[in-house]
């Protein structure tokens, strides 16, 4: 695993998300109330609505185009045939860590 | 050659097991069904409804003479059977011998009279059946005081009956509280609450001494020698199954008529079915496993293999308003878990008992939505160890599917079974639904279910619907979403009455299920708390839709469109010069002049948006709120100003009106219209408040659209004054915004409260003046724009990090 810092927990607002560029395009973090942190690719499956701009609630977020909703843990779409890919992100000391190996690997694949 | 079938007994039992003959095999059997009761089968549970009033006999006659006819069996009612002679193959009737081959023993069970001193007294009635319910009205019609004797299922339906006919009703009960084997204390502690709330006294733990009186009743003594006045005296504290006739026979009887898994007694051609029988020890009070009994009994008769087995079953109470479920078993113990889930503010308890990694029972008080689903857990032995957390809230909250209202029944499994009582899961439901049962009716008329005791129709209600979608119109009033299970008026009203002023608050004290919401209810309740609680609460971002977050309008391509304010439509070179200069500055894609008088740059990328906001401002040019449910735009035709036939200063009174209202957030967008003379060039009459300039003043009308439905504005009133036109739209305003629901459009809230009640309203002066004040009131905080505010903040505008500097290092 290759963690990179990519900011302050709170530089992202509760129950929002921010966007970082990578080189597999955009990825959305999303921050819950209750502090947990989650990525996953920004555009949705649907018609690419930019999934940081979506409401999140609980560990879920709503596509603010056409209302998919997403389970954060899994990626999967509730009620749709459709997924989000989600990578691994994780707080320490009030920075947020993402594995940029399965970024990079990814972009390799 | 047809068999001699004789069944003693009309009951819910064997009613179904004539069902299962007539269709299965009509051509079998001879049957002749005897009752002692002067009437055929009827549906027992439903004598709680009876007695309170809400249904009659006639609405739950299962079967009538006409059936009986059709399907010829001899009905001799009103006829006692006296014995059996199993070696003659007989039995005796009070008016004569039948032989039979085959003979089903049905006698159901009698109520236990507790042998005080005074049990024979007349006016001390048992409630088995429909003369006991008739007995009970009669006696209510008097007015006075009941005692009802037990606090279980029965005593207590008795109970509320009797208070809702009017008498002053007590229960004693002897244990500590009531519904004890169905309930913990907990849930048995609210329901003593919701019953003494509507005028029932409870005592527990007091036991009966005697019952006094001189030929009728007039008062019961509890032990310890207390008297409690009574001109009513209802005995329900429990059953025995009836027996006698076997006995007399000589067959194999414990406690019940003692049967096999196929429903047969200790004599080959003779059969037990319902609550008369006992089975591998157990006993039957429920119809549930009384209905899987009568089907076992008919295929045994029809030399089909089927075999009888003890399934858990779940407790509901007939009683409107108390609402309570438990299944399976809940009693503490080595090795068992609780989850228990309490809001006392609505007298919600729920309470999971956990063994190993599986659900063994559940009690659940005041909020039985999930009832059915944890039920299906018991039955099923389904391992819950990775939902154990959020097991609680029940089908909702699993796999994060919070959004869809329906959720809970669309997620249950085709085997669930929906109505407990007919055993009816919700494939056989589906299918009917599918095969044209489009309403409750029909899928009662062909599955049987809802059909017995109904406290499974909304469950039916709910299949409906997941069905057929919008084809079926839900009858009840419909919650906000999946979230809670209360309308968006209840919440309205919750709100202000509990003076909730946070969404914690909303949350915790109005039960949502899920952690905060969804992008359905969040977004509603974020607006009722600002409007109604604009000091306290502010508005929140993130529980906004994009939009009104950005404070620009989202494109399909995920840039952004900006549309600066002209006040009333007007603008002037140094605007326009502005406009162009930041369409040049940012390569703003399409300049469009909109439907609403005003110039809308389209295509903005989200990065440009705080910079693009301050050249603007620099011109003096503000949000639009081209995105926002609020204040949008006020058309306005030049007037007196320039027009020949202008009769006031529309444009003025236009900009004034736009000045007064914008940044204010409101239910659903808003649009208004001042056209200067009666030839209407603003379009005033399709707009949510529209204003006609006459001569005599200003006609102002509400309730207009122009989008999904086009509605013609109503009249509101008519005012001499500039100032008048100006008070009653803000007045109008104020009233929608604390009154409607979330994404009502005016016309739509005028069509619900009615135009009437907003002209009484707006007419009332002191009204009207407390509207102003409170609209005023959360303007001195939302009355700015919201571009200056955002373009300090332009960093947040940004990617948090470009991780493709990065990976180029
Ligand atoms: C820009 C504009 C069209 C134009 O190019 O002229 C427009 C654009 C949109 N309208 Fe509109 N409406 C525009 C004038 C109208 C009008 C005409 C008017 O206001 O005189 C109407 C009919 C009048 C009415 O509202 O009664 C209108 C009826 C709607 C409706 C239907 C509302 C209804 O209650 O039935 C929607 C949907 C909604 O609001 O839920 C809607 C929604 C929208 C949205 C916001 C859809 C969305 O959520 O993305 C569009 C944003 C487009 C974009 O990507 O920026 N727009 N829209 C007009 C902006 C006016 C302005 O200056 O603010
Ligand atoms: C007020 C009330 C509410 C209830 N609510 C519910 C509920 O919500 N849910 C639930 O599952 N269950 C409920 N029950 C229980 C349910 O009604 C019984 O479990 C069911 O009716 C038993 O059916 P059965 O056929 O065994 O007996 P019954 O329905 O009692 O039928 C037996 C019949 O046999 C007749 N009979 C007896 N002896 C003779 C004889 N010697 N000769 C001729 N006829 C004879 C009786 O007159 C009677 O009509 C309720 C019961 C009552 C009284
Ligand atoms: S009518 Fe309005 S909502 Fe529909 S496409 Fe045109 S701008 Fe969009
Ligand atoms: S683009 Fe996300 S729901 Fe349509």
Known sequence: MNWIDIGHIDDIPLRGARKIKTPLGCVAVFRTAEDEVFAATDSCPHKGGPLSEGIVHGQSVTCPLHNWVFDLNTGQAASEDGAITTFLVLVQDGRVLIDGAKLDSRSAA | ?809
């Open chain 2, 1 to 809: 050659m047809k068999q001699k079938l004789v069944i003693i007994g009309a009951g819910m039992a064997s009613g179904r097991v004539i069902e299962h003959l007539v269709e299965d095999a009509p051509d079998a059997f001879d049957i002749t069904l005897f009752n002692a009761e002067p009437r055929g089968n009827y549906n027992r549970i439903m004598l709680s409804p009876v007695l309170s009033g809400e249904k009659t006999y006639a609405d739950i006659v299962t079967h009538d003479d006409d059936w009986y006819a059709a399907h010829g069996v001899t009905c001799r009612f009103g006829e006692h059977v006296t014995a059996i002679d199993p070696e003659m193959k007989v039995v005796a009737g009070q008016n004569g011998h039948v032989p039979y081959d085959k003979l089903i023993i049905a006698t159901g069970s009698a109520p236990f009279i507790i042998p005080v001193p005074g049990k024979d007294l007349d006016g001390v009635i048992t409630y088995r059946d429909l003369d006991d319910t008739n007995a009970m009205i009669e006696a209510s019609a008097k007015g006075g005081k009941a005692v009802v004797i037990g606090g279980g299922l029965l005593g207590l339906e008795a109970a509320a009956g009797l208070a809702e006919r009017g008498m002053d009703v007590t229960v004693v009960h002897l244990m500590g509280h009531l519904m004890e084997r169905q309930l913990d204390e907990a849930a048995g502690y609210l329901l003593r609450k919701d019953l003494e709330r509507r005028g029932i006294t409870v005592r527990t733990q007091a036991s009966t001494k005697a019952i006094i009186g001189d030929g009728r009743v007039e008062a019961v003594l509890l032990e310890g020698d207390e008297t409690l006045p009574a001109d009513l005296v209802v005995m329900a504290v429990g059953i025995r199954p009836e027996t006698r006739l076997a006995t007399d026979a000589g067959l194999s009887v414990a406690r019940g008529v003692e049967v096999n898994a196929q429903m047969q007694t200790s004599d080959p051609d003779i059969f037990a079915v319902g609550e008369c029988l006992e089975f591998d020890g157990h006993l039957f009070g429920l119809v549930a496993p009384l209905y899987d009994q009568a089907k076992v009994l008919a295929g045994t008769l029809l030399d089909q293999a089927a075999a009888f087995v003890v399934k858990d079953t779940a407790t509901k109470l007939k009683v409107t308003g108390c609402d309570l479920f438990s299944a399976g078993d809940f009693a503490e113990g080595e090795g068992r878990e609780d989850i228990v889930l309490r809001d006392p503010a609505r007298g919600i308890y729920k309470r999971l008992v956990i063994e190993g990694d599986r659900l063994i029972g559940a009690v659940m008080y005041g909020d039985t939505a999930d009832g059915n689903w944890f039920f299906q857990l018991i039955k099923d032995g389904t391992e819950i160890d990775e939902i154990r957390e959020t097991l609680i809230f029940g089908p909702a909250f699993q796999g994060g599917d919070t959004s869809d209202p329906l959720s809970a029944v669309a997620a249950l499994p085709r085997e669930a079974e929906i109505c407990g009582c007919n055993g009816i899961c919700k494939g056989t439901i589906v299918d009917a639904i599918t095969n044209g049962a489009t309403d409750l009716g029909a899928v009662k008329a062909q599955t049987k279910a809802s059909a017995s005791c109904g406290t499974c129709t909304g469950l039916v209600e709910q299949l409906l619907q997941v069905t057929l979608g919008d084809d079926f119109q839900m009858p009840t009033a419909q919650p906000i979403c999946g979230c809670c299970d209360l309308t968006h008026e209840d919440v309205r009203r919750l709100i202000k009455s509990q003076e909730l002023k946070s969404q914690d608050a909303v949350w915790q004290e109005l039960g949502w299920k899920t952690r905060n919401g969804c992008h359905v209810c969040r977004p509603a309740v974020n607006f009722y708390l600002l409007a109604d609680w604009p000091l306290e609460y502010r508005d929140d971002p993130q529980s906004r839709f994009v939009n009104e977050r950005k404070h620009a309008n989202i494109q399909k391509d995920g840039t952004f469109s900006v549309v600066p304010r002209m006040w009333g439509g007007i603008t002037n070179p140094a605007e326009l010069r502005a406009i162009a200069d930041a369409a040049d500055k940012y390569d703003v894609p399409t300049v469009k002049v909109t439907g609403g008088q005003r110039i809308d740059l389209l295509g903005v990328r989200g990065e440009d948006l705080p910079f693009i906001w301050a050249d603007l401002n620099k011109a003096g040019l503000v949000s639009g709120h081209a995105y926002s449910k609020g204040l949008r735009t006020v058309k306005t035709c030049v007037g007196t100003d320039h027009c020949r036939f202008g009769t006031q200063d529309s444009t003025g009174l236009g900009i004034r009106l736009e000045q007064a209202l914008w940044g204010s957030w409101t239910p659903h967008k808003v649009k208004l219209g001042v056209s200067g003379c009666p030839r209407n060039c603003a379009e005033a009459t399709c707009k949510d408040i529209g204003i006609i300039c006459v001569d005599s003043g200003y006609q102002v009308s509400v309730a207009g659209a122009a989008g999904m439905d086009v509605r013609e504005t109503e009249r509101l009133c008519d005012v001499e004054t500039e100032q008048e036109a100006i008070d009653v739209t803000i007045a109008f305003v104020q009233l929608y915004r604390e009154n409607a629901k979330y994404l009502d459009r005016a016309y739509k809230w005028v069509d619900k409260v009615g135009l009437d009640w907003v002209q009484g309203r707006i007419a009332d002066p002191d009204e009207r003046q407390r509207l102003i004040e409170a609209f005023e009131l959360s303007q001195s905080i939302y009355r700015k724009d919201p571009w200056a505010e955002h373009a300090t903040q332009a960093h947040r505008y940004q990617p948090l990090a470009d991780l493709t500097l990065e990976a180029a290092e």
